[in-house]
């Protein structure tokens, strides 16, 4: 099992980073916050996970260690493969799924692209008792962050990682605002970002 990689970045994609390690390119799949922080040319750690299948190896890359943690530990649920898993650490940060967990927040956990109410409520029965307590600080009486505009951020975030200025990324995210809906996927709305400013 490779437990992390660390060299520099050869390419950045949407949806994936190639570092080169040793003089082999890896690709690994990546959340748009997590191809966010890095930049072609300069060095990087990313803790991996890999998923292995019958026709395929798939590298998947993290920011950190509890990032990696919390995707290998919500695919122990039922019903929740590897593609569920990316999704839930691109909306949502580990200590956010783990209040959602915790306070039965069947709501915030729909708000994931490829999770139904069902599916919400298995996860929270299923990994009640083992995902543990939020690690970070939180101010007391502090709003949770709306989740339902996480999308906005990471869109944001993805455009700067590739390159585009923080300004035109702004319109680009208003420009695709409309197409969110209720359960944003991320991915295609940093599509339809770059095909937006594509065409400016």
Request: proline share 6%; charged share 20%.
């Given at each position: 099992?490779?437990a992390?990689?660390?060299?520099e970045?050869?390419?950045?994609t949407?949806?994936s980073?190639?570092?080169e390690?040793?003089?082999?390119g890896?690709?690994?799949?990546?959340?748009?916050?997590?191809?966010?922080?890095?930049?072609?040319?300069?060095?990087?750690?990313?803790?991996?996970?890999m998923?292995?299948?019958?026709?395929?190896?798939?590298?998947?890359?993290?920011v950190?260690?509890?990032?990696?943690?919390?995707?290998?530990l919500?695919?122990?649920a039922?019903?929740?493969?590897?593609?569920?898993?990316?999704?839930?650490?691109?909306?949502?940060?580990?200590d956010?799924?783990?209040r959602?967990?915790?306070?039965?927040?069947?709501?915030?956990?729909?708000?994931?692209?490829?999770?139904?109410q069902?599916?919400?409520?298995?996860?929270?029965l299923?990994?009640?008792?083992?995902?543990?307590?939020?690690?970070?600080?939180?101010?007391p009486?502090a709003?949770?962050?709306?989740?339902?505009?996480?999308?906005?951020?990471?869109?944001?975030?993805?455009?700067?990682?590739?390159?585009?200025?923080?300004?035109?990324?702004?319109?680009?995210?208003e420009?695709?605002?409309?197409?969110?809906?209720?359960?944003?996927?991320?991915?295609?709305?940093?599509r339809?970002?770059?095909?937006?400013?594509?065409?400016?």
């Amino acid at each position: 099992m490779i437990a992390h990689v660390r060299g520099e970045v050869a390419a950045l994609t949407l949806t994936s980073a190639v570092l080169e390690v040793g003089g082999v390119g890896l690709e690994l799949m990546c959340t748009p916050g997590t191809l966010a922080s890095l930049r072609t040319g300069q060095p990087a750690r990313l803790a991996t996970s890999m998923v292995v299948r019958e026709d395929s190896l798939t590298l998947f890359g993290f920011v950190d260690d509890d990032e990696k943690a919390v995707f290998e530990l919500v695919q122990t649920a039922s019903g929740v493969g590897p593609k569920v898993a990316q999704a839930i650490t691109a909306v949502l940060s580990p200590d956010d799924l783990r209040r959602a967990i915790a306070s039965d927040d069947v709501k915030t956990l729909t708000r994931v692209p490829g999770i139904g109410q069902k599916g919400a409520q298995r996860i929270i029965l299923e990994l009640k008792d083992r995902i543990g307590a939020p690690t970070g600080p939180r101010v007391p009486g502090a709003p949770a962050a709306p989740v339902v505009d996480a999308w906005r951020g990471q869109v944001h975030q993805g455009l700067v990682g590739l390159g585009w200025p923080a300004k035109d990324a702004d319109k680009a995210v208003e420009a695709v605002a409309d197409q969110a809906g209720d359960a944003p996927d991320v991915g295609a709305l940093l599509r339809a970002a770059l095909r937006t400013l594509s065409k400016a």
